[in-house]
């Protein structure tokens, strides 16, 4: 059931795999589409419905990652917060009329150091040997 993907664990070699093919296909739906399709309004419903798809597998695959080093599923959110402070700090912006875009660079060169640290030590440190609260060992 699609409300159970986030449940158990999943080992380093799975998440790593889902990670880099989720890398690469977003990378290719994004560079490889001509600018004239992509200012289409049937293709930014598609771009959006396929990033939110794609965002809530990647988050359940992560969460079944942290179980697997005994972590609570609730760390994933240590991922979203950068990216809530980038997207509210860039509408701020907007709104005040700041055309000088350093500020919202840093904050999305800030929000990839995070998450990839993040990403690195979940694509690094070993699962647990044995079962835990979350499930089997995989």
Not at 20 to 42: D, H, K, N, R, W
Request: glycine residues 6%; hydrophobic residues 50%; proline residues 2%.
């Amino acid at each position: 059931m699609i409300t159970d993907l986030h449940k158990g664990r999943v080992g380093r070699a799975r998440f790593s795999i889902t990670i880099i093919i989720a890398e690469i296909l977003y990378e290719l739906m994004l560079f490889s589409v001509p600018e004239s399709v992509m200012e289409t309004g049937y293709f930014l419903k598609l771009y959006y419905l396929t990033l939110a798809v794609a965002t809530y597998y990647i988050t359940c695959v992560t969460i079944r990652r942290l179980h697997d080093i005994d972590w609570s599923g609730y760390v994933v959110v240590i991922l979203f917060v950068p990216i809530m402070i980038m997207t509210i700090g860039g509408a701020l912006f907007q709104l005040l009329g700041y055309e000088n875009l350093s500020v919202t660079i840093i904050a999305a060169l800030i929000t990839k150091i995070i998450s990839l640290c993040l990403v690195i030590l979940l694509m690094c440190k070993s699962g647990q040997k044995n079962d835990n609260q979350f499930g089997p060992m995989v």
